[in-house]
């Protein structure tokens, strides 16, 4: 009993992409479906350890890939996990990822020829098969489960499902290869060099085996991969493109990273860590369901991916792997939350990437502009949420200011600036840049050469209402208190004045005062120091507080 279903809207779209751009690298296909199968042997050997009456054989967790030159196929086999018949309809007939509608409004309103480039911020795993097939099958059996299913597809708007009464567990995917590339030598997938070489490439870290098939050296059985955990070598052997394509499966991200971090403990608490900053933020750096991107390990072993426990929400774009010595493989993810080595590991990790974006900061501006730009945002909450770092979180930060049109500043230079008699870092928030600096609240200051950091970001109207100094400097909103500029001339005889103006605005203002801040503009409003901005006042009452 065959049904037929369509992909969902953004699938299909994605899909038509897939099979109708040209792109300069497909070989890339064969990392991801490694990458699940990889995936799905981790996410099987974690489920057999906690549920000891699951059915399963884990004796020879393994990946195969088998060849058919006369056919022209390629299958990529697991005995991992496997996939329901729902799963398969949810997890391969739509796309779930956040970001994916923007992004597809983006390629909609691009050229033709960045759609390759969309695609490899976005990454979209299992279709890429699509750029090397015309037709796709797949025979899944989810672990336990007595039947499994057979999914196909052209890619061309609708797949269909069949049960199958007699599947292996795991799942095989096999790809009917496209014709054209048949006289392409190097990219005849048909062919086991070809394959051998691309998996040497992209996927000689996977710690599972990974055998090829073709017909004709059946015997061959060894690996063709060397299985070794990465960021258990020795930095040296390890070289860079090794680097990329890790992070590569760790993170989902199809581009390279920005900066590779190292972490290590011996002693009480051993570990190993490798990490990574993303060149770019992850699409759902900002939605609510975003997640911390970094895998436990135990021992060289899988036990959890996104390990909330590791890293604080403001670091949720760090990316990569911490692999601890002395941990239960069967942990749960409240016990880690009180787990006295997690607690160390992660106060290690947190300094470790504040040290590298500092570094960055210092020694590498053109990578730290990119990561400020992408990341700076999120980085920020740090100020809010991670007191004890704060002063390093401060100074590994770098915000827009008066000084200069287009490059912003530390708040060290800021300070190195600071002209004699100035006793605060200033600071104004507002929507944009030019709202900003247009405000009556400035003017005293630029005439008096005092440099005004312009705070444009919503979360700094948080941040500036909990940090008040740094590195023992003050820090000071223009647009609260009475600033003291230090020339209080203040002329007299307004007293009538201002006690009428107080009367006829009472509703609307607390108190009516001179001010020595304004040199061209009649009048401005200002807060009570403890106030609330008014851009976070209107955030506040658009959250309905
Ligand atoms: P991603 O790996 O980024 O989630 P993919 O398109 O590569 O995206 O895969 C989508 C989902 O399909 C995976 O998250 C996984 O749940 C499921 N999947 C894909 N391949 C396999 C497989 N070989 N075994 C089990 N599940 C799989
Ligand atoms: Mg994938």
Known sequence: MSETIEFQAEARQLLQLMIHSIYSDKDVFLRELISNASDALDKLRLESYRDKDLEVDTSDLRIEL?????????????????MTRDEVVELIGTIAKSGTAEMLRQMRESQEAQAEDLIGQFGIGFYSSFMVADRVEMVTRKAGAAEGVHWESTGEGTYTLEPVADAPQGTAITLHLKAEDAEDSLHDYAKPDVVRRIVKRYSDFITWPIRLLSGEDEGDTDPVNSRKALWARPPSEVTDEELTEFYRHVSHDWQEPLET???????????????FLPSHAPMDLFMREARRG???????????????????EYLRFVKG??????????????????????QAIRKRLVRKVLQTVKALQENEPEKYRTFWGELGRAFKEG?????????????????????????DTTLTAYKERMPEGQEAIYYLTGASRSSIENSPHIEAF?????????????????????????????????????????????????????????????????????SSRLTSSPAC???????LSPMLEKMYRAMGQ
Not at 399 to 406: E, G, I, L, N, Q
Not at 525 to 531: A, C, K, S, T, W
Request: glycine share 8%.
């Open 66 to 82: 088998e060849q058919d030159a006369e056919a022209r196929t390629l299958t990529v086999r697991d005995n991992g996990i496997g």
């Open 261 to 275: 971090m190292r972490l290590s403990g011996e002693g009480t608490f051993e570990y190993q860590g490798l990490l």
């Open 294 to 312: 970094v895998q436990l390990y135990v021992k060289r072993v899988f036990v959890m991916d996104d390990c909330e426990a590791l890293v604080p």
């Open 321 to 342: 792997v911490v692999d601890a010595a002395d941990l239960s493989l069967n942990v749960s993810r409240e016990i880690l939350q009180q787990d006295r080595q997690i």
């Open 383 to 407: 100020l809010i949420t991670d007191p004890d770092n704060r002063e390093a979180i401060l100074a590994a930060s770098s915000f827009p200011s008066t000084h200069s049109a287009d490059e």
């Open 446 to 514: 630029r005439a008096k050469g005092y440099e005004v950091l312009l705070l444009t970001d919503q979360v700094d109207e948080v941040w500036t209402d909990t940090v008040s100094e740094f590195d023992g400097t003050p820090m000071a909103s223009i647009a609260k208190g009475d600033v003291d500029l230090g020339d209080e001339d203040v002329p007299e005889g307004f007293d009538d004045l201002l006690s009428w103006m107080g009367t006829e605005l009472a509703d609307d203002v607390k108190e009516v005062r001179l």
């Open 525 to 531: 409003l200002v807060g009570d120091p403890g106030d």
